[in-house]
C-alpha cells in the first residue's frame, strides 16, 4: 500500500466516526443501536437494530446518510420479510440535504423493525428512478421522535 492510501484510509475512518459522534451528540431524539452495514453492489447501507422496535405513524426517523447519494429510499424491514424484496419503503424519494441528515416523517404504523436501510444509486430494485448520477448511500446513525400526542382540550 503506498504511503498516500496508508494517510488517507486512518483520515477517512476518523472523519466518519467525527461525523456520527457529532450526529448522536449535537441531535436530540431517541438514538436508534444497532451495527451498520453497507453493499456496494445495491448502493445500501443499513443499521441491523439491537432490538426489534415498533414505530409509529406520526413519527419522524433522522438518518445521518453516508456516502454520495443525493437522493435516497429509506425502509424499514419487519421481522421475516425478504430483505431482497423492495418492500417497506417509507415516504418515497428523499432528497439528502448538505448536512447529510435526512427527515423521514413516517405515514403509517411499523411493527416489529428489525432493519433500517437506504439506497441510493441510479435505480434501486429497477423500480425507483434516483437519477443516472445519483451515488451510493450508507447509514451514520438514526434517530427516532415519537408522535406528539394531542391534547384534548382539557389538557389531557
Known amino acids: 500500500m503506498n504511503a498516500s492510501i496508508r494517510t488517507i484510509i486512518p483520515l477517512f475512518m476518523f472523519l466518519i466516526s467525527t461525523s456520527q459522534a457529532v450526529f448522536s451528540e ?5 438514538t436508534i443501536e444497532g451495527e451498520t452495514g453497507a453493499s456496494p453492489e445495491t448502493n445500501s447501507g443499513w443499521l441491523n437494530l439491537a432490538k426489534m422496535s415498533d414505530f409509529e405513524r406520526g413519527g419522524k426517523l433522522l438518518v445521518h446518510v453516508g456516502g454520495t447519494a443525493d437522493k435516497v429510499l429509506i425502509r424499514l424491514l419487519s ?11 417509507e415516504g418515497g424519494r428523499h432528497e439528502v440535504p448538505d448536512d ?4 423521514a416523517m413516517l405515514e403509517r404504523d411499523h411493527k416489529d423493525i428489525v432493519q433500517i436501510s437506504v439506497y ?5 430494485w429497477g423500480f425507483f428512478p434516483l437519477g443516472e448520477d445519483n451515488g ?21
Open 136 to 156: 451510493p448511500a450508507t447509514i451514520l446513525g438514526v434517530k427516532y421522535f415519537k408522535p406528539e400526542k394531542k391534547q384534548d382540550g382539557r389538557g389531557n
Open 79 to 89: 421481522k421475516g420479510t425478504n430483505p431482497e424484496q423492495p418492500i417497506g419503503m
Open 120 to 124: 441510493g444509486g441510479p435505480k434501486p
Open 100 to 103: 447529510r441528515v435526512v427527515e
Open 26 to 30: 449535537t441531535i436530540q431524539g431517541e
